[in-house]
């Protein structure tokens, strides 16, 4: 196969991980309402643990400890909290029941997110096909516990199961678009800046938006699953940090 070739199937087969969300679908409406803020607990960990132990020690480790990187992580949590702004008071003008602003800016993150992976994935292939792969092992071992935590997400904030996974599948794809761009590009383009950036949104989005719906509830046993499902998320993250580093 030619590089291009492994270029295109690894960004096929991970937009196709983003229909691991299906799998609620076989689920009564009645259990998938109960898993729904476990799912977003789960994603709120996923999304600190992704941040936290995978892109800001990769930023690090390419820019060096340097206040740059930290400066990026800042914008990213401010340009997101003047999106939400927007998108808040765009919310406040359109009729009730539209899509919760939470949605849109997990859909933001993770297409940005999804295309610094495709660049990632694809710089590695054009290197040596041996490295393409061990990298898109690296990045696919994460996105199945995201993508489940992304649809809860988006179900949570008034999408429809079938929609939710329409537009989990459409931010997938630019993990392809990622791909074929450092393909095209061939390293003449540094986007390093783009990781701890990406960073700061997933920071905002999970303390902002997902970890104060799951500190609201009155139960102790629903209390007791959501904290174990955030810890869940953020130990898989952890623990594939200390396999890959």
Same mark, same amino acid.
């Given at each position: 196969? $030619? ?6 199937? $690894? ?26 803020? *476990? ?17 800001? *020690?990769?930023?690090?480790? &390419?820019?060096?400890?340097?206040? &740059?990187?930290?400066?990026?992580? =800042?914008? +990213?949590?401010?340009? !997101?909290?003047?999106?939400?702004? !927007? ?15 939470? +949605? ?66 459409? $931010? ?6 990622? +791909? ?6 061939? +390293? ?17 989005? =999970?303390?902002?938006?997902?970890? *104060? ?33």
């Amino acid at each position: 196969m $030619s590089t291009l070739a492994w270029i295109l199937a $690894s960004g096929v087969l991970m937009s196709l991980l983003a229909l691991s969300g299906s799998l609620t679908l076989l689920l009564p409406q009645r259990l998938f309402n109960r898993l729904v803020l *476990p799912l977003v607990a789960l994603a709120a960990g996923s999304l600190l643990g992704g941040a936290l132990f995978h892109m800001l *020690p990769e930023s690090v480790d &390419a820019l060096g400890n340097d206040i &740059a990187v930290y400066g990026w992580l =800042a914008t +990213g949590i401010v340009v !997101f909290l003047v999106l939400e702004q !927007f998108l808040h008071w765009h919310h406040c003008h359109r009729p009730v029941g539209e899509h919760r602003p939470v +949605g849109y800016l997990i859909l933001i993150a993770d297409g940005l997110h999804n295309f610094i992976g495709g660049l990632a994935v694809g710089s590695a292939f054009v290197l040596d096909v041996r490295l393409g792969l061990v990298t898109w092992l690296v990045a696919a071992a994460h996105e199945v516990p995201q993508e489940l935590g992304d649809f809860g997400i988006l179900v949570h904030s008034g999408w429809s199961r079938q929609l939710a996974l329409t537009y989990n599948v459409a $931010s997938a794809l630019t993990f392809l678009v990622g +791909g074929l761009a450092a393909y095209t590009l061939a +390293g003449r383009v540094d986007v390093t800046l783009l990781v701890p950036f990406a960073a700061g949104n997933f920071i905002y989005i =999970a303390a902002a938006d997902l970890l *104060p719906q799951i500190t609201t509830q009155e139960r102790l046993r629903e209390k007791a699953a959501h904290t174990a499902s955030f810890i869940v998320g953020l130990g898989a993250l952890y623990l594939l940090a200390l396999v890959v580093r």
